[in-house]
């Protein structure tokens, strides 16, 4: 009997231990993504993970003011960017006393190793470019160093993408619209008949603290027809004339700016996979303000 209440109370003291380590960290991780929502250009507060593990719960981290590894993930509103933009950031051996969290002293905390990363969804690329099918395809473009940090000038590096989206044709190409269904405010232009579905092959260069796409060349499949792959009843599908590769290669060419990595860590790699475009880059210790995901 003595021995089943005692089982019971250890099982009690476990339970409460297991509510209190939970509490603890589910208001910590409110309290700092209200203060990153409060200080940084985010349209709803980020969701913020404190990960923890058998050996080292949340509360023994707490005590210690030794966190092994938090997770913070949030969309940001760019000026320059139609729709709304992706911003991570994994912080690793992350040293701050309990008393300076609650207290809201978070202006210079001291991190082993910050990894940033920003993500361009295909929704806002297309709304950039102004192709709103618009998909991105190809290679990782890598310049991490180890010893690099958030200061560092990152080099300029290079690679091929294929882009492939509906863009206007013709005489009238610079004038034509194509239709946007996720058009914000329901701004929905008409889509005209003189339009055509174009492969481009184009240069992503991650040139400091811009993505620089240029697009240099026409599949060849685009620029002639092809009798044998229309089906009866089909139209033949629209073919790129020489008079119409330099505006169509316009249309996919633009620059894009990442000076806003988060907590200000300079862009080392950028990956273009399935429309979207996500930029990386890695810093170690570095003081972080966790008053503000974004310089």
Do not use: W
């Not at 929502?37 to 404190?50: H, I, K, M, N």
């Not at 509360?59 to 911003?87: H, K, N, S, W, Y």
């Not at 905390?109 to 910050?114: A, G, I, K, S, T």
């Not at 790699?269 to 930029?279: P, R």
Request: proline content about 7%.
């Amino acid at each position: 009997m003595r021995f089943r209440r005692l089982l019971i109370g250890l099982l009690c003291l476990a339970g409460l231990a297991v509510l209190l380590d939970f509490g603890v960290a589910a208001y910590s991780e409110y309290r700092v993504s209200r203060m990153l929502r409060a200080g940084s250009e985010l349209s709803a507060d980020p969701a913020v993970s404190f990960h923890e593990s058998p050996r080292h719960p949340f509360v023994l981290q707490a005590l210690d003011g030794e966190f092994t590894f938090m997770e913070i993930r949030g969309r940001a509103v760019r000026p320059d960017i139609p729709g709304q933009i992706t911003v991570e950031a994994d912080l690793n051996g992350m040293h701050l006393p309990m008393g300076d969290l609650v207290d809201g002293n978070v202006g210079k905390v001291p991190v082993d190793e910050v990894q940033g990363r920003m993500r361009i969804e295909p929704a806002e690329l297309g709304r950039m470019f102004q192709i709103p099918d618009l998909e991105v395809f190809g290679p990782e473009m890598d310049n991490s160093d180890e010893s690099s940090d958030a200061g560092t000038a990152t080099a300029t590096t290079v690679g091929s993408v294929i882009l492939y989206g509906t863009v206007p044709i013709g005489p009238d190409a610079d004038a034509t619209a194509v239709t946007d269904p996720h058009g914000i405010a329901g701004d929905k232009t008409t889509k005209k008949t003189n339009s055509a579905k174009v492969h481009v092959l184009a240069e992503m260069r991650l040139d400091g603290n811009q993505i620089r796409i240029t697009a240099t060349a026409i599949a060849g499949r685009d620029l002639q027809n092809d009798p044998d792959s229309v089906l009866p009843g089909q139209q033949q599908r629209p073919v790129i004339t020489e008079q119409d590769k330099p505006a169509v290669l316009a249309h996919f060419t633009r620059t894009i700016d990442i000076k806003n990595m988060p907590f200000g860590i300079t862009p080392t790699k950028v990956k273009a996979s399935g429309g979207q475009i996500l930029v990386e880059g890695k810093a170690r210790d570095v003081t972080v303000d966790l008053h503000r995901l974004q310089p």
